[in-house]
């Protein structure tokens, strides 16, 4: 089945404990990207890949990094997590194109104290 | 600055009525618009996606309209169903260099179907 799996699904954790979010797809699709939804505002894109090895911030990286060195595979990277890191994060993937489908994990709600 | 305004921000409506969501934006350089249902807690999936020269497209009981002239999109739900009840987001797709699309997202339209 095609698929995007983040893990984990829920995660609590403290102040400035380093924490990694994985997100793996099965689709061979070159563009992967992570956004973060809270109440009220629109998912907002934190950092997008194109390819192995190429990645780009998007709108909200502060506080963030990604690394993609296999294509399945773009995981997220909460260096010192803070608590307006609490946020319902998403890893997105689709083909390289302009009119292609994104197919969307399943979440990650992750609270930091 | 590229924005997606979506209304109602919520809908209430009874099972088996249609009901229509509306979508204004401005982004450029526009490459296409979609309409994702993401159902609470879950990833958005995907309903419809309209490039520049569509007009209308369905997809079941879901028929997006697109005027790119005016900047507007409207979703019609057509006969109901308790499983509608979601959060329907318009997403907006601009080009990148490099043959990328960068989204931007309204922030959705809370719809519950009742009985």
């Known amino acids: 089945e095609a698929q995007v799996t983040q893990n984990p699904r829920y995660l609590i954790t403290v102040t400035g404990k380093k924490l990694t979010v994985t997100c793996s797809q099965n689709m061979n699709h070159e563009y992967m990207s992570w956004y973060r939804q809270d109440p009220g505002l629109g998912l907002r894109q934190i950092y997008y890949s194109m390819n192995v090895e190429v990645t780009d911030k998007g709108d909200v990286p502060e506080g963030y990094k990604v690394s993609r060195k296999e294509k399945r595979n773009f995981p997220l990277i909460l260096e010192s997590p803070s608590p307006n890191q609490t946020s319902l994060y998403f890893c997105?993937?689709?083909?390289?194109?302009?009119?292609?489908?994104?197919?969307f994990g399943q979440g990650t709600r992750l609270t930091v104290v | 600055k590229n924005q997606v305004e979506q209304s109602p921000q919520s809908l209430i409506i009874l099972e088996g009525k249609n009901c229509t969501l509306q979508?204004?934006?401005?982004?450029?350089?526009?490459?296409?618009l979609r309409w994702y249902k993401q159902d609470t807690g879950r990833g958005p999936v995907s309903l419809t996606i309209m490039t520049f020269s569509e007009n209308t497209k369905s997809n079941g009981r879901y028929t997006a309209t697109l005027d790119a002239d005016t900047k507007q999109s409207s979703l019609h739900i057509t006969a109901s169903q308790l499983s509608d009840s979601a959060s329907y987001i318009c997403?907006?797709?601009?080009?990148?260099?490099?043959?990328?699309?960068?989204?931007?997202f309204g922030t959705g339209t809370q719809l519950k179907v009742e009985l």
């Open positions: 997105a993937s689709s083909l390289r194109g302009q009119v292609t489908e994104a197919f």
């Open positions: 979508c204004n934006y401005t982004v450029s350089p526009f490459s296409n």
């Open positions: 997403v907006v797709s601009a080009r990148l260099t490099g043959g990328g699309n960068k989204l931007t």
